[in-house]
């Protein structure tokens, strides 16, 4: 078995597949195409049920990341504790209810209290929580959370803006919709200042 989308340091450096996952995987989406009335024979088909296989552990691949382990790999000592803000990362997940995609950006910032990280691992922690079956809600939680639990900063934000194909390819299709969400914790929550300056600094009409 070969399942090396975890690498070895909580996230994936190469992009391979587990053997017995593609094989099921495979078979399950040759059934869907033909129940969709498609001839899974013709030329076009014929490799596609082994590529939506890997493209669907591809999306997925979060689960076998571990975020917490993603920042301890890269925690420094370090006594700044102004605002750290890394905005515009762009995320791609994938809704739980319909397994359509939702993409748009993450702003993620904290207050180090002794600790900062990798800048690189804030990036790295939103791809961990967003390679999965999500909510909008729960993946901007989770990402507070990890940092939260991790760091022990003096606060963390995290707003996320995104656009959700299951809202405007199907559905009530409102092609222009943007789902936008937030969560806070220590001095973002009881400042308003705070707060302020991380909005201006990301450039949000939010407060
Ligand atoms: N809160 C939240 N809802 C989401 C997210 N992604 C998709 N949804 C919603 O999940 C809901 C599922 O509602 P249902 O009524 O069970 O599903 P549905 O019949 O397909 O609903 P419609 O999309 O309105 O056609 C829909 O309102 C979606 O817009 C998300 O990240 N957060
Ligand atoms: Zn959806």
Known sequence: MDFTLNGGKGYSK???????????????????????GEDVHREGLEK???????AMQFLTQGYHMNPEEIIRSAMFREDYQQMVIV???????????????????????????????????????????????QVQERLTTQIKDCIQKTLNPLGVAVVIEA?????????????????????FTGAFLKNQATREEFFNIIGGKLH
């Open 87 to 133: 905005k515009d990362i762009e995320l791609y997940s994938m809704c739980e209810h319909h397994i359509l995609p939702f993409f748009g950006k993450a702003h993620v910032a904290y207050i180090p209290r002794h600790h900062i990280t990798g800048l690189s691992k804030i990036a790295r922690v939103v791809e961990a929580f967003a390679r999965r079956l």
């Open 48 to 54: 596609t049920p082994l590529r939506v296989a890997k």
């Open 14 to 36: 190469t992009e391979s597949y587990d053997d017995e996952v593609t094989q099921g995987l495979t078979d399950h989406y040759r059934g869907v195409l033909e129940l969709l």
């Open 163 to 183: 656009q959700h194909m299951c809202m405007q390819m199907r559905g009530v299709q409102k092609q222009h919709s943007v789902t936008t969400t937030s969560d």
